[in-house]
Structures are given as C-alpha cells and as structure tokens.
C-alpha cells in the first residue's frame, strides 16, 4: 500500500513530517517497507530560466542557450525544440547523474561549443515514458528552486498490510490508526449524501447466493468525461496507477483513499434495463478490462445483464461496458462480496487486482452505500451530470456480537498499566463503542473477536516500547533435563538416521485423500474444509505416501538411488490420542550397475538400521516379536512384517511397499521402508539412582560356542535367538544366527537353525566343566521356550 504525505493529510490534521510519520507508524504496528523520497533522487537538479536561445553555429537542431541558474549564467548547448528565450525549465550541473538516459555529466564540447549542464525534459528525469522536449514550468518559480519542489513532487510511503487489516488499504484507515497514536487530529470522514433527482432507472438483482449480499448503485446522467485534474491524475500516479478517464480515476481514487473498491457502466452498453450479482454458468466467459478472457465459472461470481456475464464480481470489470470519452451516462456500482469467494475466485483466475485484493480481505460493509455517495460527489464535480436515487439490494453484513471488556485485562494480560481512561480513550479512537461493560467493535474491524485482541490494540497504540522488561521468575532446571521423552527421542532418532546414511524430508502433513485411503486414512473427520491445493486435502494417516512420492519424483529427475527419512506427525482421528508422532524411512536401492554387482541393499539393510535406531531409542530390543504376515495391507505380505512386544503393542512395520500400492502412486520398486511410532516405545523406569561400578572392558578370552537346533518350519528364527540369550544373560554377550537349512537329513516340516552364542567372561576364565554346564542350559532354554532340539 502506497500513499503520499500530502494525501494523509487531507484525512490527518497534522504537522509531522515524513520521517516522523514513519516512525509512529512502525510503533503502531504498520511495518513500513521503502520510502521513495524524490527530493532527495533529484536534489541536484533545480529550476532556471533561459535568457538567450540563439542557433548552434555548426548544427541546424542545436541551439546556445544562455541560462540563469543557482550556479549563475552559464552558456548551455541545448537541442530541444521548444528551448526558446524566456522559458523556466529544469538544470542539472555538471557531474549531475539523469537517470532518465543512465549517463554522468561532462564538460565536454558539444560541435565546438561547451556546454555548462544540461536543460532536462520530463523522460530525462523519468517522469514520463518519453518527451518531445524540455520541461515547461511555471514562470513564477525562482531560478534555484529544487525541481522536485517546482514539480510538486513529494515522498512515497510504502508498507506492508497484513491480511488482518484490511482498513489500512486505504488512506483514511491509516490516519484514523496515527491520531489515536496522537500523530495528530483525525479529520471528520462522515460522508454527506447526494439527493437523488429522478428513480434509478436500471433494476439491482441478486440471486440469492453468498456471492454478493448487498449491491447498491445509482445512475449519473448527462456527464461529460474526459482526462481527470492534474491533482488526481499527480495523486494516482505517485501510488504506480495509470490515470485513465476522471469516471474511472475516481473508483481507483476512493479504493485508495476509503478502501472502497468501486465500478463504473457505461449506461448505454448495459442490455435489459438491469444488472446482476449471480455465479457464473457452465461455458460464459468474460472479456475483462486487461484484454483477456476468462471463463465464468459456477464459483465465480458475475455481472450480468440482459446480454449474459459482463464483470468478475470484485475482481474486473468487462470490456463490453466500460467508460471511455464517449460515456454521457454512467451507473456507479458500490458492492460488498464474499471475501472468500472473492479470494478463490482470484487464485482460479490467477488475478490480483486493486479490487480482488480488497474485497478479499474484507472491506467495511457499513460503507458500501457512503462509498457510492461520495463517489457521485466527485463525478458531479469533475464530470458534471444529474444523479438517480441510490438504489440498495439485499442486506448488508452485520458486525461481530458485542462482548464484555474489563480495562484491567490490559495490564494482566500484557503488562502496560496505562489506566482505564487511556484505554478507553485509545479504544474510542480507534472507532470501537463502548455500552457499559461491552465493547462492540466498528464495522471495518471484523478481525476483532474477544478482549485479547482489545488489549493488543492498546498495546500497539501506547507503544511496544513501553512493554515492562521484567524478567521471567527463576525455575531450576529439571533433575532429568528441559527435554521431554518424546523431544529427546527425536533428537535421538534424526542424528541415528542420518548416521545411516539417511537423507532427512519434510512432507506435507496432509495429502490426497484418494492417497490417503490407501495407507488406511481417509476418513470424513480428516478432510479439510479448506486445502491449500486440491491434491492436498486430507490429514495424512502415515508418513510413507510423502517419502515413496518423494523417492517416485528423484527418480524422475534422474536420482533413483534414495534413503529418505521423516519425522512428524501422524493422524488416525480427529481427537487428540489420533495423532501420534512417527518415525519413517524409505530405501529405493537402485544403485548404478557394476560388473561386481556392488554390495546388496535391501529388506535386510533396512532391518538393520531399525534395529540399531530401537537400540538407540532404548527398546527392549531382546524382548521383541517379529510377527509376519500380520502388517498392514499396503506392505507386501510375503515380505513385511511387525515388531511388537504383544499383540497390542506394535512398535513398528517394516518390510517391502506392495507392488499394488506403488502403482497407484506411480512408482518403480522395490521400494522398502519401515514405520516406527514413538509412543509406543515404554518409557524407562524411574528408578533410585544408584552408584554402578564403571563399565569396563573384560581382561578374560572371550569364546563361542556353536549351536544347530531342529525346529517347526514356522517358528521363527528370532525366537530361537531369544531362548538361547535368556539361558544366562551376564556370560551370553550375544547370539547370531548363521544358517538356516532344510533338506536331507532334518524331518519334513522342520528345519535347522544354526547359531553361535558369543560368552564373554567376567571373573575368571571359565573351566571345561562350566563351559559343558552353560550349554547345558542353553540346550534347555531352547527346548523350552522354542521347542528345539539339539541336532544329531
């Protein structure tokens, strides 16, 4: 949002210069961007008036001027066609940079004559496009009189409006903001209306969606258009718009100055004798006022008359009725749209207007019909004519409830103990009403919704800086540290994964709903009422669609070669148990071909660094169940499984993505991955601390013993395992597994699993006898838990 000095001024009686504005104006809450000050781009250029003009002796469009400037006369070469004596115009010194031509000053001869300078038109100091010759001023002006100032130049303020605050999109909002920071006395913005002389003639319809709530418009006829006043046309153009006609520079005027989006109709192109706020019908298009055409959609909402769609409601008029010269009667329409309707309808027709822009965020209802008055105003003005009655259809938005306010809530909640007077004065001042205890907020305010938001109010307008600086009172720091369980396991998990050669992703935590049903989601509670894109609708059930579609779009790029993680959250419900926080990982390995083949990857590699990422996050890793066959659907079934400590508390799946489900995600396999949920690991047991010896490594011989035990085909090698470490858990440093075999020489429906147990003495070395004893046991744990049998 841009605005001038001078234009604040005409709603803020004040004496505050540039500078000072923009200060109170940042201590209000306004985050100004740039200021574009022309005084100082063209503080070396000043006002002098030729005295001579004769002809160049050695060039036919050259002339010698004699000049008197703030340096005094100089002898300046000149080839504009309108250097003539008598003429005040603008001089730049030597050494002057233009920026209009990019090029530095020098004294140099010009066919044999020195110039002193240079006399500059208007595209010289890009204040137009181009120029047929050198500026024009006023005779009046005294030779040395800065040219910005002969130009009736000033400051540029620019800042940023945030969604919020749509009344600061137009000046008035943003004088009415700086008096109640006392910058000055907010001049009255009542508008007076305009006595209509004859019923409007041309009928306001509306179909009865939330497109349109209220329109309201009236006819002008009789006006005689043309190019607007200087002083308008000076006043758009400092803000980067184009003055077009006075009619249409009016409507871009007040959506400037009230934050009133507005629309002229050429009254003679209008076709049945009304127009109507309606959504758009399946095949229409619009010819907008850019030159281009846009399809009319049932979502959008459209202008119409007897002929169809002529205008995108708050977005663009239509070319088909648009005021040119020509107009003698215009209808002025002031209108209130859905800011929602009006946002998508923008974001779908890839337009960001002055209007859309406004209307999206909101504008005052309660202005829809001063807005029309004041606009009829200024045509009677500049344009002349004889106006209707203003006509009003549909009702206009009302404002928020009222709600209890106490002015000590300022104070508890923020700190400033600035009074109850001042905060009423401030509320006051900022165009809130107070009824007793209630505070009703003003129309154009219908982000305000409860007492927090009053007390930020306050707050911004006596000043961030007068917030006390108190200090935070003292806690000692927990026993077992700030971080919680949860957080330090993540810390642990993300420094595991990228030890591994994981690359971390962050996904988004909603995707499409189609995508979702696939991985289990999909539930109605789980749909956005509003996404952000139309593939991105639903609450994500888990975090591997995000990762195979990651790994799916490397590939395509040329990268197949993937091991992606993420850690976020998931989502079963729409209560707060449903979410729970997951550990995932995907392995694509596709690694370039070598005549070696390369180290495999695969189901086992990634099995692996589930285990060692459990071992890291403190799981009863000894204690777990491989439970195959029983994983999700979207897992191959063959190659999947769980990792559980009963049937009730699944820690995690891993295993290869069904071929089905990468289908329907267009991705090549194999594609292998492992969920993991850190809620569903236990928590360590808060016990006593007690003082343990140091962990040191043993002086005595380590030494294995080897182990083939004949077991039923489906008992599970892990279970064997299991059983052989419980048989002695202080000498039994570890168990592996080495074969597994069947065949000749094992009975039908077994089979053999080979392991070796690792012991590791502690006290002294073991003797034959002790040795022939421990395996004994191992023996028996096997047979007990597993049902194996030493093999023969």
Request: charged residues 25%; negative net charge.
């Amino acid at each position: 949002m841009k605005f001038t000095l001078s234009w604040l001024k005409e709603h803020l009686q004040t004496d505050a210069t540039t500078a000072q504005v923009v200060d109170a104006m940042t201590m209000a809450g306004l985050e100004v961007e740039h200021v574009e000050d022309p005084a100082a781009k063209l503080a070396a250029f000043s006002v002098a008036k030729i005295v001579e003009a004769v002809q160049h002796p050695n060039a036919d469009r050259l002339r010698v001027c004699q000049v008197d400037t703030a340096q005094g006369r100089l002898e300046i070469v000149c080839g504009a066609p309108n250097a003539r004596a008598g003429l005040t115009t603008v001089f730049a010194p030597i050494g002057t940079y233009i920026p209009g031509s990019g090029i530095t000053l020098e004294p140099r001869p010009v066919r044999g004559v020195v110039s002193n300078g240079m006399l500059c038109s208007a595209a010289e100091l890009e204040l137009a496009d181009d120029s047929d010759g050198i500026l024009e001023l006023d005779g009046a002006l005294a030779v040395g009189t800065p040219a910005a100032q002969a130009l009736g130049l000033e400051a540029v303020i620019d800042f940023e409006v945030t969604p919020n605050r749509p009344d600061w999109l137009g000046v008035a909002g943003i004088a009415r903001d700086l008096a109640a920071a006392g910058l000055g006395t907010l001049k009255d913005p009542s508008v007076a209306p305009v006595k209509g002389e004859f019923p409007n003639p041309i009928t306001i319809r509306l179909d009865g969606s939330d497109a349109c709530p209220a329109f309201s418009g009236r006819l002008i006829r009789g006006v005689k258009n043309g190019p607007s006043p200087a002083w308008l046309q000076q006043r758009l153009k400092a803000v980067g718009l184009r003055p077009i006609n006075a009619l249409v520079d009016v409507t871009n005027l007040l959506s400037y100055d009230r934050a009133r989006p507005l629309h002229v109709y050429d009254a003679r192109k209008l076709t049945g004798g009304f127009v109507e706020a309606r959504l758009g019908r399946e095949g229409e298009t619009v010819e907008a006022l850019d030159g281009k055409s846009y399809a009319a959609t049932p979502e959008i909402c459209v202008i119409a008359d007897g002929s169809g769609a002529i205008g995108l409601g708050g977005v663009m008029g239509g070319e088909s009725t648009g005021c040119s010269d020509d107009t003698v009667d215009v209808f002025v329409e002031s209108a209130w749209f859905d800011p929602i309707r009006t946002a998508q309808a923008g974001r779908t027709l890839t337009i960001v207007s002055d209007a859309q822009y406004r209307f999206a965020r909101g504008v005052d209802p309660e202005f829809v019909v001063p807005g029309l008055e004041l606009a009829t105003r200024l045509i009677l003005e500049l344009c002349g004519g004889e106006p209707s009655e203003v006509t009003l259809a549909g009702e206009l938005p009302g404002r928020r409830p009222a709600f209890d306010f106490d002015p000590a809530y300022v104070k508890k909640l923020s700190g400033l103990d600035v009074g109850e007077a001042k905060v009423w004065s401030i509320l006051e001042a900022l165009g809130f009403e107070r009824s007793g205890s209630k505070v009703q907020a003003p129309s154009w305010r219908r982000d305000v919704e409860g007492k927090a938001d009053l007390v930020e109010e306050v707050a911004r307008i006596e000043g961030y800086g007068a917030l006390p600086a108190d200090p935070l009172p003292y806690l000692p720091t927990p026993a077992g540290g700030v971080l919680t369980v949860r957080q330090n396991r993540i810390r642990v998990a993300r420094r595991a994964l990228a030890a591994a050669g994981y690359e971390e992703t962050i996904c988004w935590s909603f995707t499409a709903r189609a995508t979702a049903q696939l991985f289990g989601g999909g539930d109605d509670r789980l749909v956005l009422s509003n996404p952000i894109a139309a593939d991105l609708d639903c609450m994500r059930p888990s975090g591997l669609p995000g990762l195979i579609e990651a790994v799916g779009r490397n590939a395509k790029r040329g990268f197949p070669d993937c091991a992606l993680y993420e850690i976020g959250p998931v989502f079963a419900g729409d209560e707060p148990g449903d979410q729970r926080t997951a550990v995932t990982a995907v392995l694509a390995p596709h690694a370039p071909r070598r005549w070696d083949k390369g180290p495999a990857e695969g189901l086992y590699t990634l099995k692996a660094a589930l285990y060692a990422l459990l071992d890291e996050l403190g799981a009863p890793t000894a204690n777990l169940q491989v439970a195959q066959g029983q994983a999700s659907p979207w897992w191959h079934p063959g190659r999947s499984a769980r990792l559980q400590l009963g049937p009730k508390a699944v820690l995690a799946e891993f295993g290869e993505i069904h071929p089905a489900t990468l289908k329907a995600l267009d991705v090549d396999g194999p594609v292998y991955a492992f969920e993991l949920w850190l809620e569903a690991i236990p928590e360590p047991k808060k016990k006593a601390v007690k003082t343990k010896p140091a962990l040191t490594l043993s002086p005595f011989m380590p030494l294995s013993r080897d182990f083939a035990f004949v077991v039923d085909r489906a008992t599970a090698a892990g279970d064997v395992v299991r059983a052989v470490q419980s048989a002695d858990r202080v000498l039994i440093a570890g168990v592996r597994v080495f074969d597994v075999y069947e065949g000749p020489g094992v009975p039908e429906g077994k089979k053999s699993v080979a392991v070796e147990a690792q012991i590791q003495p502690r006290e002294k070395t073991l003797t034959d006898a002790e040795i022939e004893a421990l395996s004994a046991k191992i023996i028996a744990a096997a047979a007990k838990s597993a049902g194996a049998a030493l093999r023969g």
